[in-house]
């Protein structure tokens, strides 16, 4: 059999936090000139892509079918075949439940080669975040990851209950809330105690993460009492009663659904912040840079430059680069060099500057960053401006992010800096977000910039910890509600 040249890469995604993504998973998304992503993999995984990857969505939702098998086998193999290297990202482990065996013998039919990159299933990981491990040498030495619907037309699990009921301590059902009624029953009337202990784990590892204890008996009382659906995962067994704490779900912010309106110059902190305290956070507009020419005759007269002013981390990047790439000797750089941010800042000190306070402008200072950065700064007339970049906003995670607002609708909508609040009445239809005053949206909050804030009747707020007690506050708002 002749194989093309091309390759398919199966590589699992993990349950949901980006951070659960394996090391080759990630080196063969870099690598991707396809990915063909499932609904339940994170989006933020296909950040590791290359700004010319293509993304198809293949994703499924209970009863209804984005993309059948049958169209996925094929685009597999259509674009392995024109010497493509094609990620399949696939939620959790592509072997646990999923469908790798039918897409893996469409590309082996057809002489294309494939790897499998193995992925942390859900059936883990999801009980592991609600503090509870599968196995324990006083409670369960033998666990059992179960498929809770079939193909059958009734959709309930044809298994040896019996067998699972007397032979194994830990259950552990995928996608089961639909038939949980069931599996209680089928448990209960092959020799499990109806007092058994159960617990579901909604969107086991994202920020949105929930869970409900129970028994056999009265598990669905609860599920339904909480709202709980798919995607979840069900686990059964002594083994619950061992949880004491979830360190996961008792995070200040878990359960709540955040965006962060970026601007394109450095990278803010305050999404990573956030997903630290547990929030799932959306980060809007995904941008990706695009390089300018290197400006010769700037470089030229590098030396006669007193200050040159960096305007973000990704500028000096780009411009150290353009001196090396046209052999610009650095000793040329004798100015005294200040930057806009602690990113740019620290950019600096790692190539064995010292950094100065940013200085008058004058005719012998340059200023040094993407094209909308420099025109923001040339109404200074006196100095010169060198355009390293321009941030493009990334229309590949459009509908990404469309569909996970209308999945799991936002609790509230961050502008970290005046500009990011440009942004958002700039591009905020894009997704669906209008921010006029009258518009039904979640709350939108400005940090330090009152004005802003005021002029389109958004909340103010001075600082982090303001932040993150407003964020507080409004979650147990919600709480009350609904209790």
């Keep these: 059999m002749i194989m093309k040249n091309g390759i398919v890469y199966f590589v699992g995604a993990g349950p ?27 989006p933020k995984l296909l950040e590791f892509a290359s700004p010319d990857c293509r993304f198809i969505y293949c994703g499924k939702l209970p009863d209804r079918h984005f993309m059948k098998q049958r169209d996925i086998n094929a685009l597999l193999v259509e674009k392995a075949a024109q010497g493509l290297t094609v990620v399949r990202l696939k939620g959790g482990d592509p072997s646990v439940f999923g469908r790798v065996g039918e897409e893996a013998e469409a590309l082996h039919e057809h002489g294309i080669r494939y790897e499998m990159v193995p992925g942390i299933t859900s059936g883990i990981a999801a009980p592991l975040y609600a503090g509870i491990p599968v196995t324990h040498r006083d409670f369960a030495s033998s666990f059992a990851m179960i498929t809770a619907h079939d193909k059958s037309l009734k959709g309930t699990p044809n298994l040896d209950w019996e067998g699972l009921a007397r032979g194994v301590q830990t259950l552990v059902f995928y996608m089961g809330v639909k038939n949980l009624s069931y599996i209680c029953q089928q448990l209960i009337t092959y020799g499990k105690s109806p007092s058994a202990p159960v617990i579901v784990v909604q969107w086991g590892t994202w920020g949105r993460q929930r869970s409900v204890k129970g028994t056999l008996e009265n598990i669905q009382q609860k599920v339904q009492e909480h709202q709980i659906t798919n995607p979840a995962i069900i686990v059964i067994g002594d083994i619950v009663n061992f949880q004491t704490h979830s360190w996961f779900e008792s995070k200040p912010l878990i359960g709540q659904h955040l965006m962060v309106v970026t601007h394109g110059e450095d990278e803010d902190p305050l999404a990573d912040k956030l997903r630290a305290s547990g929030a799932d956070v959306i980060e809007w507009p995904k941008w990706r840079t695009e390089r300018m020419p290197a400006n010769e005759e700037i470089l030229r007269k590098i030396g006669t430059f007193e200050d040159i002013f960096f305007t973000s981390r990704r500028a000096v990047c780009e411009f150290f680069q353009a001196l090396a790439s046209k052999k610009v000797d650095i000793r040329q750089l004798t100015a005294r060099l200040s930057a806009a941010s602690e990113h740019a800042e620290t950019e600096l000190e790692k190539r064995g500057f010292l ?30 401006f060198y355009m390293t970049h321009e941030n493009v906003i990334d229309d590949r995670f459009t509908h990404m992010i469309q569909r996970t607002i209308s999945e799991s609708p936002l609790h ?36 330090g910039d009152d004005t802003a804030a005021s002029a389109y009747g958004f909340t103010a707020v001075q600082e982090l910890d303001e932040l993150f007690a407003f964020i507080q506050n409004q979650q147990a708002e919600k709480k009350l509600v609904h209790s």
């Design 16 to 42: 949901g936090d980006p951070g659960l993504l394996t090391i080759k998973g990630k080196q063969a998304l870099e690598e991707a000139d396809v990915v063909l992503y499932d609904r339940l993999a994170n």
């Design 355 to 384: 950094i100065s306070a940013p200085q008058p402008v004058s005719e012998k200072t340059l200023v040094v960053g993407s094209r909308h950065s420099v025109k923001d700064t040339q109404k200074h007339k006196s100095c010169s």
């Design 412 to 447: 509230m909508i961050i502008c970290p800096s005046k500009s990011s609040v440009q942004q958002l009445i700039s591009t905020g239809e894009q997704i669906g977000i209008l921010p006029e005053p009258s518009a039904n949206h979640p709350p939108i909050v400005c940090i």
